[in-house]
């Protein structure tokens, strides 16, 4: 996980990246999942950008605490 978190290669950035596309697209598309109430279409890619940026901070927090606690 840590190398998932912290490696600046091309194939892991790739990886991160899909996996944070992946995640925004499932909860913009939580409405047809569930069937409860529904998104308008035209929020669906705003709510996938809002997602993604809210996740790559997220992930590269995780990635710097990892770094620390294993360095001591």
């Not at 992946?22 to 909860?27: E, P």
């Not at 279409?41 to 996938?48: F, G, S, Y």
Request: aromatic letters at 6%.
């Amino acid at each position: 996980m840590n190398r998932f978190l912290t490696s600046n290669e091309t194939g892991f950035r790739l990886l991160r990246t899909i996996v944070q596309a992946v995640i925004g697209v499932v909860i913009a598309n939580i409405d047809a999942i569930i069937g409860t109430f529904a998104i308008p279409a035209e929020w669906k890619p705003m709510i996938v950008a809002l997602i993604m940026a809210v996740l790559s901070p997220i992930m590269a927090e995780i990635g710097k605490h990892t770094n620390t606690e294993e360095q001591k």
